[in-house]
T-cell receptor, first 113, second 113 residues
Framework: EPEVTQTPSHQVTQMGQEVILRCVPISNHLYFYWYRQILGQKVEFLVSFYNNEISEKSEIFDDQFSVERPDGSNFTLKIRSTKLEDSAMYFC???????????FGPGTRLTVT | AQTVTQSQPEMSVQEAETVTLSCTYDTSESDYYLFWYKQPPSRQMILVIRQEAYKQQNATENRFSVNFQKAAKSFSLKISDSQLGDAAMYFCAFTDSNYQLIWGAGTKLIIKP
């Protein structure tokens, strides 16, 4: 069964460094999402992406964040200058239709020291 | 504001028994999708069951079923014949008008052998 994959599973970085989190969505999916979950807290929406552009973004998704689909298969989340409070689990998801089921990847645990 | 409330931070159930996890939500939309996701210790987000708001019939998936009360904005999850592998965090979520998933805080389900 096709699944969403994410790399790396765990990323440790120093404050101020740039990180790129990678995701490979399910191949026939058209809608892509990033969510984050700070330990012990709710899952929060970051951004949705469709037709090579951002559809929606939350207040969390400020100028430090960007997303790209560089080659038609990968979907990346870049954080330009990480802060301690960016430490969280980051989930990528993809789906075939708006408002319908989103399939999640296993997540990338980002630790900012 | 669109919100999801899971009033039970933790629930426990004896193996093979039945447990119900509660969820209420608030939205002004008339058409939306509701979901229950399971997050085991591995922290992967796994879809348990989905419900389309325009459908009156409650969704079922094997041992998992929902009690969807649209007027009351209630969407509870019933797990029958609980198994040790059901132990996880369970999140209730729905898609808002921007097709983002809005999440509850989660209920930790403990299965007693």
């Amino acid at each position: 069964e096709p699944e969403v994959t994410q790399t790396p599973s765990h990323q440790v970085t120093q404050m101020g460094q740039e990180v790129i989190l990678r995701c490979v969505p399910i191949s026939n999916h058209l809608y892509f999402y990033w969510y984050r979950q700070i330990l012990g807290q709710k899952v929060e929406f970051l951004v949705s992406f469709y037709n090579n552009e951002i559809s929606e973004k939350s207040e969390i998704f400020d100028d430090q964040f960007s997303v790209e689909r560089p080659d038609g298969s990968n979907f990346t989340l870049k954080i330009r200058s990480t802060k301690l409070e960016d430490s969280a689990m980051y989930f990528c998801a993809s789906g075939t239709r708006l408002a319908d089921e989103q399939y999640f990847g296993p997540g990338t645990r980002l630790t900012v020291t | 504001a669109q919100t999801v409330t899971q009033s039970q931070p933790e629930m426990s159930v004896q193996e093979a028994e039945t447990v119900t996890l509660s969820c209420t939500y608030d939205t002004s939309e008339s058409d939306y999708y509701l979901f229950w996701y399971k997050q085991p210790p591995s922290r992967q987000m796994i879809l348990v069951i989905r419900q389309e708001a325009y459908k009156q019939q409650n969704a079922t998936e094997n041992r998992f079923s929902v009690n969807f009360q649209k007027a009351a904005k209630s969407f509870s999850l019933k797990i029958s014949d609980s198994q040790l592998g059901d132990a996880a965090m369970y999140f209730c979520a729905f898609t808002d008008s921007n097709y983002q998933l809005i999440w509850g805080a989660g209920t930790k389900l403990i299965i007693k052998p």
